[in-house]
């Protein structure tokens, strides 16, 4: 029997039970759109987090620190620890070295201090952090109120919220305003050696204000990710917390290893480069410079497992509305088969094979599953982008930025789609074996 014999015939079965039918391919939509709607959200979520990780910077960083043998695990006391030769200082040469290497786009330096801002006459404690001009892209700043910084130096400030409420419970009425920045700066000691080239090996803390004028406050603190301590309070542009030379831990960790000059050193660096795929190279060449390096690779793929199992469950759960709808198929084709013995047994009598009475139920079974999966799908979808809409209403009234928690890829389509034929045909197994195995005479003589 031809395909199109076959097609002809199965369509036409398929429109005599149109109410039956359709509740069938009904069902197999319900199923394919639970199954899509469940991972749309899981893909959703992980696109979602992806993006964000990376707008921050994190995934394509990694963290400089100095070698260090104050703590060294195994290292026995004081006293008998000897150096690393390869052990170099984080001063601003180094970080003009790094900064040379290929595919590396930015090297900054991670500056915070403790310190006492002064506003509308009293004073309130905070940790300062210096913000790079690239943070501005990390995302953390989306539906802030007021604005970003308006030059890498600008004489400006931005408060976390939770800072900002201390100093004025109406956080909206701060933008504008001006503060006092109360700081210890570090000055380097005259030279009194008798060679000049010598440096001093100490420095001064000079008491120093600075103001600033409010532009911004932020709900998350961006700045609290690594080599820093503390999170950041009040926030500066970067270049203007490098020039107020602010005295900060890593000065005293300085003096207490006798290794204080008046070349001033960073405590960690963070250098960006063009792509994660780029990060595992430059870690290994900066360890060959005498630093220590990590980065957050290891965490990337725990998150990427994470979210591969997490769209496995779903994917699991999902499977057991269409499960279900493989029921239905079954007892559709169970009842055609007994509405059609005295049909099925015309056929074998003219001369179709039991092949040909299988591929009739397979077809109908597969134009069941397609059309089931086409509709499916496209209900995922709606479903999906409802509950993208309900939560984007609730972000809006909590004042956050919206977000999309939902997202059908085109494999997803597809995917979907040929999953629900899939079943659909595994079902028809049965009744069709069923269908192929009927004596013609017996089927004849049936009413």
Do not use: C
């Amino acid at each position: 029997m031809k395909f199109r014999d076959l097609s002809d015939l199965a369509f036409r079965n398929l429109r005599e039970a149109v109410l039956r039918n359709s509740l069938t391919t009904l069902g197999v939509a319900v199923g394919v759109a639970s199954l899509v709607a469940m991972l749309s959200l899981g893909v959703g979520l992980q696109q979602l987090a992806t993006s964000r990780l990376n707008k921050s910077g994190l995934f394509d960083s990694v963290f400089v620190t100095p070698k260090s043998n104050l703590r060294r695990p195994g290292g026995g006391p004081p006293a008998t620890r000897t150096p690393d030769a390869k052990a170099r200082p984080l001063d601003e040469e180094a970080r003009a070295e790094i900064s040379r290497m290929p595919n590396v786009i930015e090297v900054y330096p991670q500056i915070r201090f403790y310190t006492e801002v002064r506003f509308d006459g009293k004073p309130y404690a905070a940790m300062v952090a210096g913000m790079p001009e690239s943070s501005k892209a990390s995302g953390a700043f989306d539906g802030m109120q007021g604005r970003f910084f308006s030059s890498p130096s600008a004489d400006e400030a931005i408060l976390q919220v939770e800072f900002a409420k201390e100093l004025n419970p109406q956080t909206s009425a701060l933008v504008g305003k001006d503060l006092v920045l109360r700081y210890a700066e570090r000055q380097s000691l005259a030279s009194q050696a008798s060679d000049p080239s010598e440096t001093s090996g100490g420095f001064s803390v000079v008491p120093k204000e600075k103001h600033l004028r409010i532009i911004g406050v932020v709900e998350t603190e961006p700045a609290s990710g690594f080599g820093g301590f503390g999170n950041g309070r009040l926030l500066i542009p970067l270049s203007l917390a490098e020039t107020l030379r602010a005295a900060q831990v890593n000065d005293l960790r300085d003096i207490l290893r006798d290794t204080s000059s008046d070349k001033p050193t960073y405590a960690s660096l963070t250098v960006r480069v063009k792509s994660p795929s780029l990060v595992e190279a430059t870690e290994a060449k900066l360890k060959d410079l005498g630093f220590s390096a990590f980065s957050l690779l290891d965490v990337s793929k725990s998150l990427a497992i994470f979210f591969s199992v997490f769209d496995l469950l779903l994917g699991i759960f999902g499977s057991l509305a269409l499960a279900v709808a493989t029921l239905g198929i079954i007892n559709t084709l169970v009842m055609a088969i007994l509405e059609r013995r005295r049909e099925i047994g015309v056929l074998k009598a003219l001369g179709a094979a039991d092949r040909d009475v299988k591929q009739l139920f397979f077809v109908e079974a597969g134009v069941m599953g397609l059309f089931g999966g086409i509709l499916g799908t496209l209900l995922g979808w709606l479903i999906g982008r409802t509950l993208t809409l309900g939560t984007n209403i609730y972000l809006h009234r909590q004042n956050l930025p919206s977000v999309n928690i939902s997202s059908v890829p085109w494999w997803l389509v597809l995917g979907g789609i040929a999953f629900a034929i899939l079943v659909s045909l595994g079902a028809g197994l049965y009744p069709a074996s069923r269908a192929a195995r009927l004596d013609p005479v017996q089927a004849l003589r049936y009413e």
